[in-house]
């Protein structure tokens, strides 16, 4: 079974910077589409970050702060500038044949990891 494992959260204060990673069991370019989702308590789970082969695309909230890269077998998160909003849970997706910023359209998830950011 494919399996990805996040590592890398923590907490910062606001202004602060973390790297998460994302663990994979099988080389990150059998899959089509990868990226991170986040949910904080008592709010919807949303998208943060996803990278096509070819593109990546970032919710407007992060961008220009947040990027997301690829190696063979991890997938990263480098996060610059974190504010309270940020605070949540992150969740590493992988798929290998489908791309959209949308949870449903990811087979693979980890079970996440908690960044808390405190102002």
């Known amino acids: 079974a494919v399996e990805v494992v996040e590592s890398g959260g923590g907490s910062v204060n606001s202004g602060g910077s973390l790297k998460l990673s994302c663990a994979t069991s099988?080389?990150?370019?059998?899959?089509?589409?990868m990226g991170w989702f986040r949910q904080a308590p008592g709010k919807q789970r949303e998208p943060v970050a996803v990278?096509?082969?070819?593109h990546q695309t970032y919710a407007d909230s992060v961008q220009g702060r947040f990027t997301i890269f690829r190696e063979p077998n991890t997938l990263y998160l480098q996060m610059r500038d974190l504010k309270p909003e940020d605070s949540a849970m992150y969740y590493c997706?992988?798929?290998?044949?489908?791309?959209?910023?949308?949870?449903?359209?990811?087979?693979?998830w980890g079970q996440g990891t908690q960044v808390t950011v405190s102002s």
């Open positions: 997706v992988a798929d290998s044949r489908r791309c959209a910023f949308l949870p449903g359209a990811f087979e693979h």
């Open positions: 099988i080389p990150t370019d059998n899959f089509f589409c």
């Open positions: 990278s096509r082969i070819d």
